[in-house]
């Protein structure tokens, strides 16, 4: 089995579970070829990302010249499918806030990965996120009949499904996929029901291999959270600075450590000088995943105050290292994170909820944090290990496709 993975920025440091996706289904065999439209434009640092940097084919590298010319090359073997493509590429951009002539870049860019699938005699091509790398391997499986999935993250997708055309992209692919139930009920919304059957869950997944025995908590006071994630507003880390300016004047002693970067970066910066709380948090920067496992495994949990969220990987990564988890009730977060059991579970939002989730880690016993953290290690691993998704993948990829229109 040969599939394409059509993606738009790729590596990049936030998207670590598509690599570990790809690599799985390396594992069980089959050969994946990397589509990227563009590289990440920071630093990567992980050495594992700088390696499938080298093994990705960048779209918009190969220039304009080469795109026009896989047009002609991919026209010439299929000329009624070249036109579909181009009549489905505008009748999407008619609708989409992207207009028009960013549609005509996907068309071009659908037909240098078509060129790619042509050559390399793949079977499929499959997309990460519904957005332009769906788009894109949408009209490229019109040019050349192999049939197309995507995977579903949120929130983004779920904020303006018709910008995007999620509705017409759910009706053509062969399947979609969501990370949670969460995310198929959203999808399930917008189509009619005679596709929900082609709406599958399959989740993101850890390496069980790298986390094989569960760190003992730091055995020093006080509790060290750790965030980690780009600097984003639905992100909430501004709301997590007013909390720990809350939980400061309380006279509760907790530290915090802040994993990421991005466009919020210096609002954060600000926001904690006025605060007066300079000395309890910390900011890193992007870490690699060996980086971030050290912060897992020197803190005493993860707080996630998101406003919008599809399943992080983060809540696994961290509860397999036996941490428990403050975190926001929102989409497919609930479905990992159990109150009470694994972490806290906060409405979104509300900095007083989530200061008194804080003062109650911060006051919690140790042994009350090892039995959370215990817990949700093996829930993350009965759920969330990456060889068994693929796995569940690699069946969908196997399935005899439904013909394609000719």
């Not at 009706?171 to 139930?181: C, G, K, N, Q, Y």
């Not at 919304?189 to 993101?204: P, T």
């Not at 069980?208 to 959270?225: E, I, K, N, S």
């Amino acid at each position: 089995m040969k599939v394409a993975y059509v993606l738009n920025t790729y590596p990049s440091p936030s998207h670590s579970f598509i690599r570990r996706e790809i690599r799985a289904l390396e594992r069980r065999g089959v050969d994946v070829t990397r589509l990227a439209m563009r590289p990440f434009d920071g630093l990567l640092v992980d050495a594992g990302d700088k390696q499938e940097a080298k093994a990705t084919d960048y779209v918009l590298a190969a220039g304009m010249a080469a795109m026009i010319w896989s047009v002609f090359l991919v026209g010439l073997r299929a000329p009624l499918r070249i036109y579909r493509a181009l009549a489905l590429a505008l009748r999407v951009g008619h609708k989409s806030e992207a207009g028009l002539i960013k549609h005509l870049i996907y068309f071009l860019e659908a037909a240098f990965v078509a060129r790619r699938v042509i050559e390399k005699r793949i079977d499929r091509l499959h997309a990460h996120f519904g957005t332009n790398s769906t788009t894109v391997a949408m009209l490229a499986s019109e040019m050349t009949g192999k049939p197309f999935s995507f995977t579903v993250h949120g929130p983004e997708e779920f904020d303006k499904p018709a910008a995007i055309a999620l509705p017409t992209k759910l009706r053509r692919a062969e399947f979609t996929v969501a990370i949670s139930s969460y995310g198929r009920s959203q999808l399930c919304r917008l189509v009619e029901h005679g596709y929900w059957s082609r709406i599958k869950v399959v989740h993101c997944g850890i390496e069980p291999q790298h986390y094989d025995t569960a760190r003992p908590l730091p055995t020093t006071r006080p509790v060290t959270m750790v965030n980690i994630g780009r600097f984003s507003e639905q992100k909430g880390q501004l709301l997590l600075i007013e909390a720990m300016a809350e939980v400061a004047r309380r006279g509760v002693d907790a530290r915090l450590v802040l994993v990421g970067d991005g466009e919020l970066r210096r609002p954060i910066e600000r926001a904690i000088s006025l605060a007066g709380i300079g000395d309890r948090v910390t900011l890193t920067g992007w870490l690699d995943e060996s980086g971030v496992r050290r912060e897992l495994e020197s803190a005493h949990a993860l707080v996630l105050p998101s406003f919008a969220e599809g399943l992080p990987m983060v809540v696994m990564e961290a509860m397999v290292t036996a941490r428990p988890v403050i975190a926001t009730w929102i989409a497919g977060v609930p479905e990992l994170v159990q109150d009470g059991r694994t972490g806290w579970m906060v409405p979104a939002g509300d900095v007083g909820a989530l200061v008194d989730a804080i003062t109650e880690l911060a006051t919690a016993s140790d042994d009350k944090l090892r039995r959370m953290g215990t817990t949700g290690r093996a829930r993350v691993l009965m759920r969330h290990n990456i060889d068994v998704e693929a796995g569940k993948l690699a069946a969908l990829f196997a399935q005899r496709p439904r013909t394609q229109p000719s």
